[in-house]
T-cell receptor, first 118, second 115 residues
Framework: QQQVKQSPQSLIVQKGGISIINCAYENTAFDYFPWYQQFPGKGPALLIAIRPDVSEKKEGRFTISFNKSAKQFSLHIMDSQPGDSATYFCAASTPSNAGGTSYGKLTFGQGTILTVHP | ETGVTQTPRHLVMGMTNKKSLKCEQHLGHNAMYWYKQSAKKPLELMFVYSLEERVENNSVPSRFSPECPNSSHLFLHLHTLQPEDSALYLC??????????????FGNGTRLTVT
């Protein structure tokens, strides 16, 4: 129930095309859904995030679509560029409690390797 | 120096060695994390420290031992590792570890190979 399932594992898109990565979850306690971008040799970095009371969030060429009833959310990259080539991770967060202390616990998807050809 | 810095970047160790990974954050955050990243698997949370107190030990074998001497530094002490422990170990920090929507800031990781 704590899993976040991400697809596809890899994606190849031509420059200028739309890249779409999908994630699904089961735990209805998740209340924050970030996407992280990771370039080779670097750690993941927050790209964009959404809360479940919003159906869509757009930042530049990146858009998150969120479907609460279906428990699915997706990342759309418009006008994909070679510089977008990276691994993308969806994640879901919920408050957790350990030893009487609350903290935000992130559960990550398996990652999608995006390659944008020039 | 800004952000989250991890050293060393690469580490090769035998199964009988003892080594330590170091993480330092320059962001003034109050929570620090260790994650394990293996190929084609989700990032696995290992340990969480909030205000220097360990709040999560995610069923990690005792051959991994974390230490958080202050809010800026985090160590992962390694001993008697197995080849399957070879992975990228990522350190992260967040401004407020109590909030689920507090973004994580990751370091660039230590690539560990156990021979």
């Amino acid at each position: 129930q704590q899993q976040v399932k991400q697809s596809p594992q890899s994606l190849i898109v031509q420059k200028g095309g739309i890249s779409i990565i999908n994630c699904a979850y089961e735990n209805t306690a998740f209340d924050y859904f970030p996407w992280y971008q990771q370039f080779p040799g670097k750690g993941p970095a927050l790209l964009i995030a959404i809360r479940p009371d919003v159906s869509e969030k757009k930042e530049g060429r990146f858009t998150i679509s969120f479907n609460k009833s279906a428990k699915q959310f997706s990342l759309h990259i418009m006008d994909s560029q070679p510089g977008d080539s990276a691994t993308y991770f969806c994640a879901a967060s919920t408050p957790s409690n350990a030893g009487g202390t609350s903290y935000g616990k992130l559960t990550f998807g398996q990652g999608t390797i995006l390659t944008v050809h020039p | 120096e800004t952000g989250v810095t991890q050293t060393p970047r690469h580490l090769v160790m035998g199964m009988t060695n003892k080594k330590s990974l170091k993480c330092e954050q320059h962001l003034g955050h109050n929570a620090m994390y260790w994650y394990k990243q293996s190929a084609k698997k989700p990032l696995e949370l290992m340990f969480v420290y909030s205000l220097e107190e360990r709040v999560e030990n995610n069923s990690v074998p005792s051959r991994f031992s974390p230490e958080c001497p202050n809010s800026s530094h985090l160590f992962l002490h390694l001993h008697t590792l197995q080849p399957e422990d070879s992975a990228l170990y990522l350190c992260a920090s967040s401004q407020d570890g109590h909030r689920a929507n507090s973004p994580l800031h990751f370091g660039n990781g230590t690539r560990l190979t156990v021979t």
